[in-house]
């Protein structure tokens, strides 16, 4: 089985090998997948085309779940409770749901077949500036979504849109919340805020907007559209700065075509990955909540000036370029190696079957604390028996006086 994690909230698993007859000579791959938002689908999509494209059968079901300091250690373990509990109520019952559907089965082999994965394809590089220690089953493919392999050609950018660009003499700043967030949704005041301030800056603005009717004082160089193509415009060589949600697909391609960032992060992921760039030296955070014209103008003003953030945007490319493989070919690499070595179990940690009372020393605890008490009631016992001794003795001293 293979499990593709994408942000730490939502799953696929791909399952397959044994579970299915084969038919002809391709492995047939059946791929479950549950998703909280759009962007999962959209990761994976490239990768079942191509494994589709090299004659492997792959069945894709698929369904919407839309239904260092101690504070820093808190606010972690908060944030692991809340993903624990939101994957237990929120993200499984409707895939145990399907499971049941196709499979007829039971809870307890679901739970044993989603833990007894081969692969885990995971949308990280350890050049974003997430550096982990991943065990060999665990495979960097962030990027596959992108089109950027040899069959892959992205639509030009419509021509209004081109000219805009092209004739920007300052150059462009793109700004986007992302396909999850609507601009109708925030409020009429954070919109005029950022109308007023793009509308004072040199550069041109191109903004993803859904519903221009709401925005008056529309000022000359800010173009509005509310479906753009990201990567075209990211890859444009008149883009100077982006400001983004800092959603992970955002944050990818901006590190990929190397276009330094201002965060606006809203939920989830988005605050790490705000500050992944921000340690990076590639990019500012603001709190969307408490923007205003001016720090709004200072951090475009100190991103397009100070020339630290494209320098290290730009090394950051560089380094998320160098790969012997496209991201796309190293998930179908994996993945393949996986089908002719039949669920490659030889690659599994030994962890990987152990309890969480094994994993976590757990068993190890009452031979611990029995060492402890041990030792504490030798030194209780010996500190009571030397009171004894020096109490008596003081009385034996007073009647001898
Ligand atoms: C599911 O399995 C049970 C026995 O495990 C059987 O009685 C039932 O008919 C099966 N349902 C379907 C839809 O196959
Ligand atoms: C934006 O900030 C820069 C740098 O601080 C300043 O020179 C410029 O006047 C500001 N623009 C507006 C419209 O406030
Ligand atoms: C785990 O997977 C391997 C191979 O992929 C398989 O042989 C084994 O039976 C599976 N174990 C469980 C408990 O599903």
Redesign the pocket.
Known sequence: ?LVCRHLGHAWLLIVG?GLIVRQTQAEHILAIFSYAFSSPYLVVRPLIKELVERGHQVTVKYTSTRSSSILDKWDSWVYKTEEWLLERLVYLPPQIKLYRQYFNDSYSNFD??RR?F?LILVNQHFSLGRVRSNVPNLIEVAGMHMCVHKNCKLDPIPDDLQRFMDEAEHGVIYFSMGVEIYMKWLPDKMKSTFLEAFSNIKQRVVWKYDGLNSLKDKSDNIFFRSYLPQQQILNHPKTKLFITHAGLLSIIETAYYGVPVLSLPLYYDQFANAQRMHLAGVGQTLKLNSISVETLNESIYEILHNPSYTSNVQRMSNRFRDQPMSPLKTAVWWTEYILRHK?A?HMRLPEHEMSFMQYYNLDLMPILFGRIGLTAIIVILLAYKLTNWIISSYYIRLDLL
């Open positions: 089985m090998f044993e077949i007894n081969s669920g179990t």
